[in-house]
């Protein structure tokens, strides 16, 4: 097991506050490990989680928008579907999500805000937050 450090402590700390206890258990398990991967993940506590969330001058919210609009754009749907859920916790609603999308359409294109939305849709479905019979393009035979 690895030792993990005070920025690595807190980085866990500050995602299993948005996240969950479900969530950072499994984070810092895998942090902790000496497995395949732990030490890209005890990175990310230092680098994403301690240092760039927990910076000053933008808030959380703005923070999320620049994520998900950069993992959009870099066709990335499991680690958008995280930050969908992380967003929503920082105050994100629906309207805002689909907005993004919007905005982002005519920049990165139609078949990156298909995958994009997909993941969206799931990831707010998971979060509680999806609107009654919102379907993916795939689940109404568009894709």
Known sequence: MAKLDDKQEAGIGFITGIMG???????????????FGAPITRMAATACFHDAWQHEGISRKEKSIAIISMLVAQRQPLELKNHVKIGI???????????????????????????????????????????????????RGLL
Do not use: H, W
């Open 21 to 35: 206890e479900k969530f950072g258990s499994a984070f810092r398990d895998s942090a902790a490990s000496d497995r």
């Open 89 to 139: 916790a920082n105050g994100l609603t629906v309207a805002e999500l689909e907005g993004i999308l919007v905005q982002l359409a005519p920049y990165v294109g139609f078949p990156c805000i298909a995958t994009a939305t997909s993941a969206v849709i799931e990831a707010m479905r998971e979060a509680g937050v999806s609107p009654d019979g919102l379907q993916t393009s795939e689940e």
